[in-house]
């Protein structure tokens, strides 16, 4: 899906409110005020800021937070479930999403302490939308069914209508507009059965949102003329916003822009009273797309520069990307392709920020499985132990009571003996099976590591494959460049996982293979003659965990290509050095080649900044300290601290 259509598929849905029943009825906040603080109290807090919530989500949320202080203050686990619950919306609807899943996690825990299934179930809903507008789309697709299977046992109709909405505009997300499409009508017929007007009206504006994203345009406007007139008329704010900004997006398609731009205005200034501020961007970036189209350069890019210090202040870095995206064809429709050029770059160093985060974040959460195996696997052996010692002392007891009695009864003695030997016997049956069983997972264990390390090493070379690809379609000699450099980073990566699943080590990178190995990728990726280069290697026998051994390995990366591509004469005899070894309780690191050393401005490599931030922040991340200078060639020194030989 382009870039520039994410947003209003992600607008398809928001937070199911409840519909509160008798509202003329709730006390206002100095009617709360003068209640005695008890459960009653803290109910009324959280009815005034679902109400709230509605129209304000800072108010709203100030109420869910008295809701929560006074349950503290009378222990009761029910009042603080629903508070969190109500902050937790609040701060979804105003971006901050880490505080929002941090609440939802409370609710969760405390509705299922209490038994309310119902309520757990609507907090999945919630985590879902998170993690939807975190570009995790799986992951919620998980936590909504989830929620749908709950409310299916539990036979809520209402309930289950708006799981299915969610679940419909989630597929609408990811592009699969059939199933989105039953979702949608299922949600909107519950809705109907139910006679959950209001909820009804929000289902059409999602198929509203379908429609329009889909291409029917017709059907699209018919119901959203339809939702203007009903949220207009009953005061609710988020959706009429929403139906703005659907409409404004089919304008803007058949490029209607006086309408589409009136839209807009109208869907920002409700978002803005709100303060929706993903919303917010999302207006004024297509304000932004309108003034382009009609050649108001400068206007545009104030728009859009509105939008990019925005989602940088909220830490949206999706909504940034578009931002710099646009920027870079506003540009360059204006003929500055020098600054179109430097928005490209930002573009595609913050996409490569992003893709090296999900590297990471796969890699963190294997090794948190790996370490809950390994806590397993000590919680089996000692199960085992503590059998193995009851065992015993049974043994020995029965021994004792055998000893007593061998005086007075011989046939009494002869039947114990045989008892005995029975009990033994099935006692070492018992425990060679389970040894067996122990072993046999171990060795599974052991086989799932190396597949893991296999996957992750192979995720690895496709994405280098991708940049492989994309290599020949690149013109540009500056974005080949980079292009070449990312492949070489990543199989950097690569080659730790590949040592992980060929070695018996499972937890330690054997150092002198991976760095013999680096080093042929790279003269080969280069080109290097290997009669013209002399390379003397001194590495010491270690194995180092994954946590040191990628970061000294994108190190040597990126000071070896530096060598490559200034140092190295192809009519000279080049030379390289590479040594690694443990002296003291460090790692002492040393390259260094026969190359003019180091320029006059004492930065090697024209235009390497990127690569020496990277080799700045690993050498940080390792604790080290880094010396760089030229002593017949360049020398690069580092001394780590931090480090684990496994």
Known sequence: MQLQTCLIILALSFLSMPILSGQENQPSREEILEMSPDTHKVLAWIDLAKLSIRSDFELGKAYADSAMELSIKLDWV??????????????????????????????????????????????????????????????????????????????????????????????????????????FKKSLEGFRATGETEREYTALLNMAGFYRETGQPEKSEE?????????????????????????????????????????????????????????????????????????????????????????????????????????????????????????????????????????????????????????ERELEKLTVDNQMNQLTMKRQRIQQFALLGITALLLVIVALIYNQYRINSRNNKQLREKNLIIENALHEKEILMKEIHHRVKNNLQFISSLLNLQTRHAADPKT??????????????????????????????????????????????????????????????????VDTAIPIGLILNEIITNAFKYAFRESEQNELTVNLKEQENQLHLLISDNGPGLPENGTPGNGEQFGLELVRGLSAKLKADVKMYSDDGLVFKMNIKKYKIV
């Open 78 to 183: 029910r009042g603080m479930a629903k508070a969190q619950h109500q902050i937790g919306n609040a701060c979804y609807y105003t971006g901050k999403h880490d505080l929002a899943l941090e609440a939802y996690q409370h609710a969760f825990a405390g509705y299922e302490e209490i038994g309310e299934k119902l309520n757990a179930a609507n907090v999945l809903n919630n985590v879902g939308l998170v993690k939807r507008n975190q570009g995790q789309h799986d992951e919620a697709m998980t936590y909504f069914f989830k929620s749908l299977a709950i409310k299916e046992a539990l036979g809520n109709l209402v309930s289950i209508a708006s799981t299915e909405s969610l679940i419909g505009s989630t597929y609408a997300i990811t592009s699969n507009y059939e199933q989105a499409e039953i979702y």
């Open 223 to 375: 119901l959203l003329q339809q939702c203007l007139v009903y949220f207009s008329e009953n005061g609710l704010k988020q959706e009429l916003g929403r139906s703005y900004y659907i409409l404004g997006g089919n304008y803007y398609d058949a490029d209607q822009l006086i309408k589409a731009e009136e839209a807009f205005n109208e869907s920002k200034e409700i978002y803005t009273e709100l303060g929706y501020s993903s919303m917010i961007i999302g207006n004024t970036e297509y304000l932004g797309r309108i003034a382009l189209k009609r050649g108001q350069y400068q206007k545009a890019i104030s728009y859009v520069e509105e939008c990019l210090s925005s989602a940088r202040e909220i830490g949206a870095e999706l909504q940034e990307a578009r931002a710099l995206a646009l920027l870079k064809d506003i540009y360059k429709e204006a003929g500055d392709y020098k600054q179109a050029l430097e928005f490209q770059e930002s573009y595609t160093l913050l996409m490569d920020s992003l893709d090296s985060k999900d590297v990471e974040a796969t890699i963190a959460e294997l090794e948190e499985k790996y370490q809950s195996e390994v806590k």
């Open 480 to 545: 080949l460049r980079v292009l070449n450099e990312s492949k070489d980073r990543i199989n950097s990566m690569s080659l730790v996982h590949q040592k992980l699943y060929q070695e018996d080590n499972l937890t330690g990178v054997p150092m002198a293979h991976y760095i013999e190995n680096l080093l042929q990728s790279l003269i080969h990726s280069y080109k290097i003659d290997r009669k013209s280069l002399e390379l003397k290697l001194d590495v010491d026998t270690i194995n180092l965990d």
